[in-house]
């Protein structure tokens, strides 16, 4: 229920999660699942001076809007993982890059997404957090277990698939992006690419992904739920993609978000004005910079 709920979850870490270990020493720090361990020792990302061994490995599936992944096969553990590099957005992004003055946002965001996923929301296994530091500044890594065959959700419209999966996908997105709020999780970045799909049956999923600054508390309001909601909308702007997400693909993402939940349908619709207008306005921006 989202009446008394907060207006956005804050990221409150719980400490290294349950069945994960930390090794350090002296400015090197990572936090990973246990079960990884022995790939992991193999790959010597665990001894001092392992840091930079961690972004080695087959470019992979660029599943977030911060630059490539990195796709690393663990044998032993019989799966593969994505290592992304923990960078600055915004205006100094480009700047400042991988340099950051705590490592402490990537080990955030794998307690974050192990509670996360404890709740039930649907965001992937989190596999470790990584830190070096040099100097006075650190870098760091996330990595996360592979979703196989799960593209993501501009990946998916790329080829141009039929109105009727499309509408299967936005409805399968709109209750993921539910699941996740209602666990209690906030998402800093909602966008096409931070959706993952997998069709399988004639059944489709949704997986969050990029829970870099997510927050994990009380589920959110329905203020911040819509603000959301059209986060998504706008990304879809952007991208050039809105056009293949026609009006019963929009309803859809909405059925599959509000259910039978009319209160909540309600709740949402009193805060769609404002959102609205904000779609329009970034609209304008992203016509401009074409």
């Not at 096969?73 to 992004?93: D, K, Q, Y």
């Not at 400042?96 to 402490?104: D, F, Q, V």
């Not at 959110?220 to 990304?235: F, G, K, N, V, W």
């Amino acid at each position: 229920m989202c009446a008394a709920s907060a207006g956005r979850s804050d990221p409150v870490p719980q400490g290294v999660p349950a069945a994960f270990r930390t090794v350090s020493s002296s400015g090197h720090r990572v936090t990973f699942a246990e079960e990884l361990a022995p790939d992991l020792e193999a790959l010597g990302w665990l001894e001092p001076g392992g840091f930079d061994r961690i972004g080695e490995g087959e470019p992979g599936s660029a599943e977030t809007g911060r630059g490539e992944t990195v796709r690393v096969e663990l044998p032993r553990a019989g799966l593969s993982i994505l290592v992304r590099h923990v960078l600055h957005g915004g205006l100094f992004g480009g700047f400042l890059r991988g340099a950051l003055h705590s490592p402490e946002r990537a080990f955030r965001e794998v307690e974050v997404t192990a509670a996360l996923r404890a709740a039930g929301a649907p965001v992937p296994r989190p596999a470790l957090a990584a830190a070096q530091r040099s100097g006075w500044v650190w870098a760091a890594r996330v990595a996360t277990v592979f979703e196989e065959d799960a593209p993501d959700l501009l990946a998916f419209l790329e080829p141009g698939p039929s109105s009727a999966r499309i509408v299967a996908a936005a409805e399968a997105c709109g209750r993921a992006i539910r699941r996740f709020h209602d666990a209690g999780g906030t998402h800093a970045d909602l966008h096409v690419k931070n959706l993952l799909l997998r069709e399988s049956g004639g059944e489709c999923e949704a997986i969050l992904i990029d829970l870099d600054g997510a927050g994990f508390g009380e589920p959110p309001d329905a203020a911040r739920r819509m603000h959301e909601l059209a986060r998504l909308q706008r990304s879809a702007l952007k991208r050039g993609v809105a056009g293949q997400i026609d009006f019963e693909a929009n309803r859809a993402v909405l059925d599959g978000y509000v259910g039978e939940d009319e209160a909540l349908g309600a709740a949402l619709g009193r805060h769609w004005p404002r959102e609205r207008r904000r779609v329009a306005a970034h609209a304008l921006g992203y016509k401009k910079a074409d």
